[in-house]
C-alpha cells in the first residue's frame, strides 16, 4: 500500500463574476505549490461552499447557513469576489461573512512587484501590512436618515440631557470603538510583527479630534504594547534619535501618527513604515491608498482574521463585464491563497507561490489590465497566467 497524503480541507467559495476564472486559476497554483513544497505529503482537498449568486440559484438564499458553518468549522476558507445584490434590503455579503465569523482583523499586505505600473517613481519603497479593525468603528452601520423618529428623538435627547444642540436637518450616525476590539487587534498586529520580523509597528489614528473613539485606539494600542510585549518594543517617543537606523537589533519601534499625515507620509518617506494598525474607516482608506501605490486593486490580496478562523480574498470586486472571458487578473486571489497557506503553516508553500508570480511579473508575463498600464503589447489570459506562475515553482 503507498503512502497517503495528508490532506488538508479547504472551503472555497468560487465568487460571482471574474470569481470563478481566478479561483480555477488559484486552484491549479496552490495545489502545484504544496506538491512541490511538501514533496506530495500534504494535499489541498478543496470542499464548495456556497454563497453569492450561485447559492441563491440553488437554494433561494444569498449566504446559506451551512456556509458559515463549514467555515468555522474548517477554521479556514479561500473566497472569490460577491456581487452585493442592489436593492431589496439584502447587505453586503462580504460583511456579513466578516461579522457573522468575528473575523476582526482585516489584513492587507501592500508591495511591489517588479514590472507592475505604478504612479509613484520608487514603489518599491513601500512594504508594509495594513491591520484594520473589521467589526466597528462608523461601519457598525448605526445610522439614522434626516428627519426619522429616531433622529428626532435622538436629537431631542442630545439637547434635554447634554445640552447638544444639533440642526434638525442631521443625519446621524454612531462611532462606536471600543477596548477590547482595539487590543484584540492590535495584539495580532504586534504577534504578526514578532513573527515576521517587522521593525515598526504604527498607531494610525485622528485622535487630536475624536478623543474618546480614535484617540482612545491610540492610548489603548500603548497600553496593550506595554503589558503585552514590552521584551519586544522600544517607543519612538522615548528614542534620543527616532530614526530606523537606532532601533536596538531584534526590536520593534512602536510610534502613531495622526491619520492625514499618515496618508502624507506613506508617499513621501514609505520606507519608514512596516506595520499599521487603524481603525475601520481610516484602515479603508489607508489600504487602497497603499495598493494604488503599488499598482493598484488588481495586486491587493486581503485576509479576514479572527480567533481560530480565517477568510482570504482579494480586495477587488467581481468586475462582471470581464466573467468568462479568461481575461481577469488572478494575482490578487492567487497572493491571497499564498496568505492563507502561509497561515496553515506552510510557509514555504507560501513564499514558492509569491517568488513564482514575482517571476513571472518580472518577466513580464501580464493579463491585459496590466499590459495595457505598462504600455505592453502582449498579454496573456487568466489561466495563460497562471500556468507561467506554475511553470516557476516546477
Ligand atoms: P470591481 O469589481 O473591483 O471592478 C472595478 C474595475 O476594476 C473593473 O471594471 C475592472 O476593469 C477592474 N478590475 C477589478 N478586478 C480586476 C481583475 N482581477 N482583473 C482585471 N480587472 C479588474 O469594483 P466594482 O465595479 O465597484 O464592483 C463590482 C461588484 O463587486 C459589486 O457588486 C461590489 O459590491 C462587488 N465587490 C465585492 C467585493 C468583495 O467580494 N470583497 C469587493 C469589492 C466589490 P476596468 O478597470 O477595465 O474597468
Not at 479556514?76 to 445584490?85: D, M, Y
Not at 482595539?182 to 521593525?199: D, H, I, P, Q, W
Not at 513571472?360 to 505592453?376: E, I, N, S
Request: aromatic letters at 6%; one cysteine or more.
Amino acid at each position: 500500500m503507498g503512502d497517503i497524503a495528508k490532506e488538508i480541507l479547504i472551503p472555497y467559495i468560487p465568487g460571482d463574476g471574474i470569481g470563478p476564472d481566478i479561483m480555477s486559476a488559484t486552484v491549479r497554483v496552490l495545489d502545484v505549490a504544496m506538491r512541490a513544497a511538501t514533496a506530495g505529503g500534504v494535499k489541498l482537498h478543496w470542499e464548495e461552499v456556497l454563497a453569492g449568486e450561485k447559492a441563491f440559484k440553488k437554494t433561494g438564499c444569498w449566504l446559506p447557513e451551512e456556509t458559515l458553518s463549514v467555515i468555522e468549522q474548517r477554521g479556514v476558507a479561500i473566497k472569490g469576489p460577491l456581487t452585493t445584490p442592489v436593492g431589496g434590503g439584502i447587505r453586503s455579503l462580504n460583511v456579513t461573512i466578516r461579522q457573522s465569523l468575528d473575523l476582526y482583523a482585516s489584513v492587507r499586505p501592500a508591495r511591489h512587484y517588479a514590472g507592475v505600473p505604478s504612479p509613484v517613481k520608487h514603489p518599491e519603497k513601500l512594504n508594509v501590512v495594513i491591520f484594520r479593525e473589521n467589526t466597528e468603528d462608523v461601519y457598525k452601520g448605526i445610522e439614522w436618515k434626516r428627519g426619522s423618529e429616531e433622529a428626532k428623538s435622538l436629537i431631542a435627547y442630545l439637547r434635554s440631557e447634554f445640552g447638544v444642540e444639533l440642526g434638525s436637518d442631521c443625519g446621524l450616525g454612531l462611532k462606536p470603538i471600543s477596548e477590547s476590539a482595539t487590543k484584540r487587534l492590535v495584539r495580532s498586529a504586534m504577534e504578526y510583527a514578532v513573527r515576521k520580523g517587522r521593525k515598526v509597528v504604527t498607531f494610525v489614528h485622528k485622535g487630536n479630534i475624536m478623543k474618546h473613539t480614535e484617540g482612545a485606539f491610540r492610548e489603548w494600542g500603548y497600553e496593550l504594547v506595554r503589558d503585552e510585549f514590552s521584551d519586544h518594543v522600544v517607543f519612538e517617543s522615548e528614542m534620543p534619535q527616532k530614526d530606523l537606523a537606532s532601533i536596538p537589533k531584534g526590536m520593534i519601534m512602536v510610534n502613531d501618527r495622526i491619520a492625514d499625515n499618515m496618508l502624507q507620509q506613506i508617499l513621501t518617506r514609505p520606507e519608514e513604515y512596516s506595520v499599521l494598525v487603524a481603525p475601520n474607516l481610516n484602515g479603508d482608506y489607508l489600504a487602497d491608498a497603499c495598493a494604488a501605490q503599488v499598482g493598484g486593486l488588481g495586486f491587493a490580496p486581503g485576509a479576514n482574521i479572527g480567533d481560530g478562523v480565517a477568510v482570504f480574498e482579494p480586495v477587488h470586486g467581481t468586475a462582471p463585464k470581464y466573467a468568462g472571458r479568461n481575461i481577469a487578473n488572478p494575482c490578487a486571489l492567487i497572493l491571497s491563497g499564498s496568505m492563507m497557506l502561509e497561515y496553515l503553516g506552510y510557509t514555504n508553500a507560501s513564499s514558492l507561490v509569491e517568488k513564482a508570480v514575482e517571476g513571472a511579473l518580472a518577466h513580464g508575463v501580464m493579463t491585459r489590465d496590466f499590459a495595457k498600464l505598462a504600455g505592453l503589447q502582449s498579454h496573456v489570459g487568466t489561466s495563460e497566467f497562471a500556468d507561467a506562475v506554475i511553470d516557476r515553482m516546477a
